[in-house]
């Protein structure tokens, strides 16, 4: 934010230098950047009157020249210019003086013939860029002779550079600065003139009629001016918009960015002539609409793109840039005025998506205060009175369906001091707060701070604290030992939780990788990802490291299968790694942040099969004591291989998949080996975590164990049976473990056979033969039932 010291001299009265009012307000919290003095290099430049040139009498292209520098007697310059005459005043560098640039000038001889100096182009006083000026400035008749250059040209004019935090869009404005110049040096500021008069019997409400369609508008003022004349502004205006790095057009859209740089308050100004069907409508864009800016360029819009249209189509980008089909031209004599507020989140997404940012969507993509419209609408109407630019029309266009109120903020004096370790009084406090137009008043120790919507940053209590410290000064505050009491301290749950999944997952003999969280488009391609899957809406990369890594990963399969395809090609003959990291789902709303979903990725490959990956998931199940556990086939999912692969339940909660990779992928990632991949779900495994550990002592009485071997269907999953044994088995049943899975010769086609040893056993006596044989003719006769098993 540039702020001239001149234009911020109109607020508030100071003496102290440029750089001393910068180093103070970055003590009270604006932070100053650069402090910029226009000429300040310029040293031993005046003015002088040409009283006579003759030619060099050995040089066609030098000049010798007598100059009147209001001294003893003229001095001789010699020069190469041809642009000056006779009595025309120019800037003279004298002997031992310095130009822009750190150029030094010494007196010297030019082809034999003495030269006290050198005369001076805008260029070289740092008036204008290099090349572009031809010859010497020529000043007007009227200058005073022998005068420094720098009081003739109003040059050393400061302006402070400020960098000014998101939070604090009402700083991005001169006003604003004013109000923390006030602040921070203790004074008055006072606000600009916001009366005008009507001076045209013609109402706007009957030329205009305005719509708010999209509530991304919260606020739309609409004025209009009649018998407009457009011309330059005045010298003055011009002078502060160049100093603020605004270039002057006309004196109408100079208003808008003059109010716009005093207020922080973008305006737009219409043609009246070019609102076609006398109507304003405030609504998205359609997709594909083509709209020329005031740049002059066409640009595509989207649905997202609020505009500001009329009867047929888009006459503004609203908060962004105006139309080159309503702009204001050299013959415009009627004009509307909009003054509006919209969502900042909005302005943001559109500028960046378009390429476009301005000192308009700057500001708006900041969330503005609504109400500061009309203050910038009555400062627009009154500069127009006081240029005599035009007649002010009656009536008012306002919009404004929800109005923000300022807030109330009640905090203890005595907190205040507890917080931020001071000693000061309330009553300190409250000069503190009014010097920043925080109206307060003093309850008992208890000070109710009104907060005026313009400070859209302060909230909650500590807010305010921090205003008292910082315009008490941070330099008065004595330094203390910090006396902090936490309640908990250490690692977070999930973080002990990563800890102890690390640890089993080690103990397991697998080592931790660590990959990027984005890859690129042909990454789904290799791990077999539908074209029309959801995994493919990913979020894109603006400035991507290159194009396989222009994509925020939404699965971390491809990942994974990248790093074991790296060791394979290095030659590794297994790979056991593991990675605990992120993946991002795009939200459907475009303003919203991607959700991002914790993943644990195992990656096997080299002397291992399916039941190895399922060992090492078990493992870490287990270390989170985990219930309600089941697995359940998967033959969909395009990145394995259809009859090796499961899905991971939790309950009736999706947590995974795992299982052998597709040999279709091995061949995309060039592994000539088996590779087996698990990705699983941690914040499902975190919900179910337990570290709940029951004491379970050692039997008394003894086990008896029987041994069951079955014919079922080849397609009958273990698990199935699993399941039937232990809820029949009830409170009987100890241990059930499969020792054995045949298809061979001796087994029917479509049949297979497996074996189970069951443990019986009860903790309160001895069973008997016939209660274990009663249980175990249970279960048969269920497996019978249910599955068609037969018993061997």
């Not at 205040?416 to 109206?439: A, H, P, Q, Y």
Request: net charge negative; charged share 30%.
């Amino acid at each position: 934010m540039l702020v001239p010291v001149k234009w911020l001299k109109d607020y508030v009265d100071f003496d102290i230098s440029p750089k001393e009012l910068g180093d103070r307000l970055t003590l009270s919290g604006s932070k100053l950047e650069t402090v910029e003095v226009s000429g300040d290099e310029i040293k031993n430049v005046v003015t002088g009157k040409l009283i006579k040139i003759e030619a060099h009498p050995d040089a066609e292209k030098l000049s010798v020249c007598q100059v009147d520098i209001n001294a003893e007697e003229p001095i001789q310059i010699v020069t190469a210019a041809t642009n000056m005459k006779e009595q025309d005043i120019v800037p003279v560098a004298l002997h031992g003086s310095v130009l822009a640039g750190g150029h030094k000038i010494k007196k010297g001889k030019l082809r034999g013939i003495l030269s006290n100096g050198m005369f001076c182009s805008e260029e070289e006083l740092g008036l204008a860029e290099e090349g572009t000026c031809h010859g010497l400035m020529i000043l007007p008749e009227s200058t005073p002779i022998g005068e420094d250059i720098k009081t003739v040209l109003s040059m050393g004019k400061a302006v402070l550079d400020f960098e000014i935090t998101s939070n604090r869009p009402d700083c991005l404005s001169i006003l604003g600065m004013a109000r923390e110049t006030a602040a921070t040096i203790n004074t008055k500021y006072k606000m600009p003139n916001f009366t005008y008069k009507t001076t045209s019997a013609e109402n706007i409400t009957d030329l205009l009629k305005v719509t708010i369609q999209d509530p991304l508008c919260r606020r739309y003022i609409s004025k209009g001016v009649k018998n407009v004349k457009i011309q330059p502004s005045p010298a003055w205006m011009q002078e502060r918009l160049e100093e603020a790095g605004v270039r002057p057009i006309n004196n109408i859209v100079d208003i808008t960015n003059f109010v716009m740089l005093e207020l922080g308050q973008p305006m737009h100004a219409f043609d009246a002539r070019d609102i076609r069907g006398n109507s304003i409508i405030v609504d998205r864009a359609s997709n594909d609409e083509k709209f020329s800016t005031l740049d002059e360029i066409e640009r595509t819009l989207t649905s997202d793109i609020l505009t500001i249209r009329d009867g047929e189509g888009a006459i503004a980008l609203a908060g962004i840039m105006g139309g080159l089909n309503s702009e204001i031209k050299d013959d415009t004599t009627t004009v509307f005025f909009e003054s509006a507020n919209f969502d900042g989140k909005n302005i943001r997404v559109s500028s960046k998506n378009l390429g476009l940012r301005t000192e308009s969507s700057s500001r708006f993509e900041k969330d503005l205060d609504p109400n500061l419209p009309e203050l910038a609408m009555n400062r627009a109407l009154n500069l127009i009175e006081e240029l005599g630019a035009g007649e002010i029309m009656e009536g008012i266009i306002d919009l404004y369906e929800n109005p923000v109120k300022p807030h109330i903020i009640e905090i203890d004096s005595q907190w205040v001091n507890k917080f931020l370790g001071l000693n000061i009084t309330k009553e300190e406090m409250k000069s503190c707060l009014d010097r920043l137009d925080l109206s307060t008043e003093i309850v008992d120790n208890t000070l109710k701070v009104t907060v005026p919507t313009f400070r859209i940053d302060l909230n909650i209590k500590e807010d305010i604290a921090e205003e008292i410290v910082r315009i008490y000064g941070y330099n008065n505050v004595v330094s203390t030992v910090p006396k902090v009491v936490s309640e908990r301290s250490g690692k977070t749950v999930k973080q002990i939780t990563d800890d102890l999944i690390t640890d089993t997952l080690l103990g397991s003999g697998l080592y931790e990788s660590i990959s990027y969280s984005f890859f690129g488009e042909k990454d789904f391609d290799k791990v077999n990802i539908a074209k029309d899957s959801s995994l493919r809406n990913a979020v894109t990369i603006k400035n991507p490291l290159g194009e396989d890594y222009k994509l925020m990963r939404t699965t971390s399969l491809p990942s994974m299968m990248g790093n074991l395809a790296r060791n394979y090609s290095r030659n590794n003959e297994e790979a056991r790694l593991f990675e605990i990291g992120k993946v991002y789902i795009k939200s459907e709303d475009p303003y919203e942040l991607p959700t991002e979903v914790r993943t644990l990725t195992i990656g096997l490959y080299g002397n291992v099969d399916y039941l190895d990956l399922k060992g090492v998931v078990e493992n870490v199940l287990e270390t989170l004591g985990i219930k309600k556990v089941s697995y359940e086939r998967e033959t969909e999912n395009p990145t394995f291989h259809p009859g090796k692969t499961a899905k991971l339940m939790v309950g009736r909660e999706f947590a995974g998949v795992f299982g052998e990779v597709h040999p279709m992928v091995n061949e995309n990632w060039k592994v000539d080996e088996r590779c087996y991949i698990a990705e699983l779900y941690l914040d499902v495994l975190y919900k179910n975590a337990s570290d709940e550990k029951k004491y379970k002592p050692l039997p008394k009485y003894p086990a008896v164990t029987r041994d069951l071997a079955i014919l079922v269907d080849e397609n009958i999953l273990v698990q199935e049976i699993d399941e039937i044994i232990k809820k029949q088995g009830a409170n009987m049943i100890e241990e059930v473990k499969l020792f054995d899975v045949y298809k061979g010769k001796q087994i029917p086609e479509g049949k297979k056979s497996v074996a189970y040893s069951l443990v019986y056993r009860l903790a309160n006596k001895t069973l008997t033969d016939e209660e274990v044989n009663k249980t175990h003719q249970k279960i048969l006769k269920t497996l019978e039932h249910k599955l068609g098993a037969e018993l061997r």
